[in-house]
C-alpha cells in the first residue's frame, strides 16, 4: 500500500510562486510514473505535469514554461515548482503515483493540497 501526502499549497498572488511537494510511502516510487493532476471547481481534473521512472517528463501545455516537475527517488518525494502563476491556476493539486507490477496495475492518489491565486 502507498500513501501519497502532500504539501506547499496555500495563497499566492499572482505573478507568484509555489513549490509542491508529495511525500510517498511504501516502495514504488523509484519504478513508477509520478505526477501532479489539478482540479478546479466544476471542472474535471487534468494533468500539471508527470515524470516517468526513466526520467522522461511531460507538462500540460498551460504549464509549459511557468512549471518545473522533479524528484528525488532516495528521499521517495516528487516536487512541483510553479512560478508566474495565474488566478485560473487555482485548484486542488493531487499528487498521483501509477504503475504495474507483474501486469497488475496500480494507481494511488494524494489527499490534494489547495492552490488559490488570488490579489
Known amino acids: 500500500q502507498v500513501q501519497l501526502v502532500e504539501s506547499g499549497g496555500g495563497l499566492v498572488q499572482p505573478g507568484g510562486s509555489l513549490r509542491l511537494s508529495c511525500s510517498a510511502s511504501g516502495d514504488l516510487f523509484s519504478i513508477s510514473t509520478v505526477g501532479w493532476y489539478r482540479q478546479a471547481p466544476g471542472k474535471e481534473r487534468g494533468l500539471v505535469a508527470r515524470?516517468?521512472?526513466?526520467?522522461?517528463?511531460n507538462y500540460a501545455e498551460s504549464m509549459k514554461g511557468r512549471s518545473t516537475i522533479s524528484r528525488d527517488v532516495a528521499k521517495r518525494t516528487l516536487y512541483l515548482q510553479m512560478n508566474s502563476l495565474k488566478p485560473e491556476d487555482t485548484a486542488v493539486y493531487y499528487c498521483?503515483?501509477?504503475?504495474?507490477?507483474?501486469?497488475?496495475?496500480?494507481?494511488?492518489w494524494g489527499q490534494g493540497t489547495q492552490v488559490t491565486v488570488s490579489s
Open positions: 498521483n503515483l501509477r504503475g504495474a507490477t507483474y501486469s497488475r496495475p496500480y494507481d494511488y
Open positions: 515524470i516517468t521512472s526513466g526520467g522522461s517528463t
